[in-house]
């Protein structure tokens, strides 16, 4: 077989990439509640919205809100933190709308991620860095 | 059929044809020392509805000199695209040629000497001529201030910022938006918008403890302007709480909020809005992203990050116009609006040269009423430049006005380490000047000014220009809060702005000793503008007029202590 030096590049690439991955934590304790709420299934991008400040003003209180019309739950972790698991939303059959919102502390600069589970027993997930800075020299 | 992306693209072209004839014609007028207020003002009025852009003032009622950049490096997509683009690659780009007023009033290079002969820049006085002119070609064109307006001088900091508003006011703005007026504190900028006689915009100025829109501004504004129904989206920076002191304004909440910002868009159009226009003090690079993420806005006048550009940049459908700070430029925008949208558009960045653009005899007058009680205290001289020393503020690294500032920590609070705040406000001093009181305060007046001294390990000196290097160069403009790299004294360093957050500095060098800066090691460091609210010392601009009284006249040299890798 020959490699060429593309499929080299994408390899090397790849690696880097693994390697490279800051949330080695996340892997840990994260990746244990995720596989306690889904159970490992596959999870979708569409029909779930997490709404996050890009910079956060406070990193002690950072408003998260979580939106996913038809959605029977919803996970939120601060991935970075030392216990990432937030909240989890659980919607009856009465609820009007699928949207949660609250407040989470976050340690330092981080993804915050949220998962639904649908009603239909499919999970989608949604992610964002928040970035946690000491701030201090606008112009 | 020409579409309307066609017909956008077709505009850009002509404005492009006008702004680089008109260039070029101005630099070689005024080389026959010809530049005439009539040649300023050379617009063929277009359209149907007129905007008038003002932006980062920073309380400058006066004339001053201010050196453009010579280093503003782009990351990610916007490496190389302007307003990354500096000097002679400038001047190549737009067609100006070298020694030409444009030269001198859009891009570094050469400075001291232009300026001996083309003269002061800004004066609002100026400026109400200029606003007064397109007024008389089209009597609604609609004022916009994009802010940092009540900042920046020792008459706005002992007024609270009402000598600018006062000022101001004389030019009836139709709306404004927000960045360092939040720093004379929430209750003062309350008291000051109750009264205020045109709209206070931000759609993103939010109720920090309900997260939900702010009932103190308002997010937009409908004018009806040549049977035009246009609405003006306000955009306060985003950053306000991070980059400037939260706990002097702990009621609001910022951010950027693209999400809000579609839905004030599809609200407005939703109301009839034929043309959508955002008075932003984003950033420009923040500017175009928000552009290419929200669709339906027609007209971005973008502000914060001070860029003067001749031309206005097109992000799909939506055209962003810079329009630089200090009072040195005023943009006229005409538009053809028909059939419910912008069909095409006629733009000039109009520079301010004071020394052909008669003065408005009232505001002049008002001006002069301001200053009148700090007349004494302004103009005395506390010292000179010697001949080979140009103070300026802007460069990503570092300015000799900021090296100055520098010395002065080191010195007169005997620290080894100096830190001073990345901002993009501040005349010039050119080499040979007096510096005056007014000048000092011009490039520190603040209301978080005390200049601290205090130990910090070499771990967290690096901790926090790591810090300030991501807000910079992120390469998410997003995650950007516009302002320049913090200014260093007594230690060099290389930065590498293509690395993450964490990689991005290195080589950190005691100069004193030439030893490495140690993680462990607690040095003395003295800085000003911290954002904390227990921070004690004496103002930075006493700090410094002390310094540059002890030094009677100063020398700065170029600084050769940064290392930059792009």
Known sequence: MTITRRQTFMMALGASVAAAMPFRAFADASEDSIAAFTGGAEMGTEGLTLTAPEIAENGNTVPVEVSAPGAVSIMLLATGNPTPDAAIFNFGPLAASQTASTRIRLAKTQNVMAIAKMADGSFVQATQEVKVTIGGCGG | MISRRDFLQASVAASAIIGASGFGRWGRLAAQQALTQDQLLQFDTYGNVSLIHVTDIHAQLKPIYF????????????????????????????????????????????????????????????????????????????????????????????????????????????????????????????????????????????????????????????????GVKVAVIGQAFPYMPIANPGWMFPEYSFGIRDAHMQDMVNEVRGMGAELVVCLSHNGFDVDKKMAANVTGIDVILSGHTHDALPEPVLVGETIIVASGSNGKFVSRVDLDVRDGRMMGFRHKLIPIFSDVITPDAEVAKAIDAERAPFKDRLEEVIGRTDDTSLLYRRGNFNGTWDDLICNALLDQRDAQIALSPGVRWGPSILPGSDITREDIWNVTSMTYGKAYRSEMTGETLKLIMEDVADNLFNPDPYYQQGGDMVRVGGIGYKIDITKPIGERISDLTLLATGEAIDAATPYVVAGWASVNEDTEGPQIWDVVEDYIASQGTVSVPDNTNVVVVE
């Open chain 2, 67 to 226: 050196r453009e950049p010579s280093v503003n490096l782009g990351v990610g997509p916007n490496k190389g695209e302007v307003p990354h683009i500096t000097g002679a690659d400038f001047r190549k780009l737009y067609g100006i040629d070298d020694g030409s007023a444009s030269h001198y009033a859009l891009s570094s290079g050469d400075f001291s000497a232009l300026a001996q002969g083309y003269g002061k820049m800004g004066g609002l006085d100026r400026v109400a001529t200029v606003i007064n002119a397109i007024r008389a070609d089209r009597p609604d064109a609609i004022l916009l201030d994009g802010g940092d307006t009540w900042h920046g001088s020792m008459t706005c900091y002992e007024t609270q910022g009402q000598d600018m508003v006062n000022v101001m006011n004389l030019l009836k703005p139709d709306a404004m938006t927000f960045h360092w007026e939040f720093t004379l504190g929430s209750d003062r900028v309350r008291e000051i918008v109750q009264d205020l006689p045109f709209a206070a915009m931000g759609q993103n100025i939010f109720d920090a403890e309900w997260d939900e829109p702010s009932e103190d501004f308002k997010p937009y504004e409908f004018f009806e302007r040549g």
